[in-house]
T-cell receptor, first 116, second 119 residues
Framework: AQKITQTQPGMFVQEKEAVTLDCTYDTSDPSYGLFWYKQPSSGEMIFLIYQGSYDQQNATEGRYSLNFQKARKSANLVISASQLGDSAMYFC?????????????FGSGTRLSIRP | NAGVMQNPRHLVRRRGQEARLRCSPMKGHSHVYWYRQLPEEGLKFMVY????????ESGMPKERFSAEFPKEGPSILRIQQVVRGDSAAYFC?????????????????FGAGSRLTVL
């Protein structure tokens, strides 16, 4: 069975500091994809970054990077130089399988608050 | 390039009434997903559909809930005889199907959500 775990319900970080949001997953399928989404207070879900299980390098997208440790089954999101606009809920998600016929499941989220 | 369109954005129903939530996927996307989010919680998978087919409905309650994605028109999530516990935000997402690529690369694009309040 799939499982995504985010153990940090909330975090406070000073503006301009880097922050790491934790995510661990559990799957027996060798082929899977990992995603991070941001949900600001306005409610929409914004895609941030994707990592495939066979990708050799950690994914990066601007200030976002994914610290993918396959043996530990962790996919932590790193935000460098945090900004006030980064305050939001952050969700880790996973899709199993090598076909498109599989669902994506989400973790419970981490609420990130950036202090000025 | 319109994104994923959901309507209504807000819906108020009394207990026992029916709620219908609509979702039009992004142009070119053939896969639709429905998720439910309770306040201060994560997104719970409900159902995954392709045109005229339900692929995975493992997250759907056994009673009162149904979903469809017809050949023409939007996907519909239908909740019959609503109860207060159905009050939540319902998100629709769509993705393309890219043959030959790992499925995880098919990123979900979300709609703005439909917020159902049951009085």
């Amino acid at each position: 069975a799939q499982k995504i775990t985010q153990t940090q319900p909330g975090m406070f970080v000073q503006e301009k500091e880097a922050v790491t949001l934790d995510c661990t997953y559990d799957t027996s399928d060798p082929s899977y994809g990992l995603f991070w989404y941001k949900q600001p207070s306005s409610g929409e879900m914004i895609f941030l970054i994707y990592q495939g299980s066979y990708d050799q390098q950690n994914a990066t997208e601007g200030r976002y990077s994914l610290n993918f440790q396959k043996a530990r089954k962790s996919a932590n999101l790193v935000i460098s130089a945090s900004q006030l606009g980064d305050s939001a809920m952050y969700f880790c998600a996973m899709r199993e399988g090598g076909s498109s016929a599989s669902k994506i499941i989400f973790g419970s989220g981490t609420r990130l608050s950036i202090r000025p | 390039n319109a994104g994923v369109m959901q309507n209504p954005r807000h819906l108020v129903r009394r207990r026992g009434q029916e709620a219908r939530l609509r979702c039009s996927p992004m142009k070119g996307h053939s896969h639709v997903y429905w998720y439910r989010q309770l306040p201060e919680e994560g997104l719970k998978f409900m159902v995954y559909l392709q045109k005229e087919n339900i692929i995975d409905e493992s997250g759907m309650p056994k009673e009162r809930f149904s979903a469809e994605f017809p050949k023409e028109g939007p996907s519909i999530l239908r909740i019959q005889q609503v109860v207060r516990g159905d009050s939540a935000a319902y998100f629709c997402a769509s993705s393309p199907s890219v043959p030959g690529r790992p499925s995880g690369a098919n990123v979900l694009t979300f709609g703005a959500g439909s917020r159902l309040t049951v009085l």
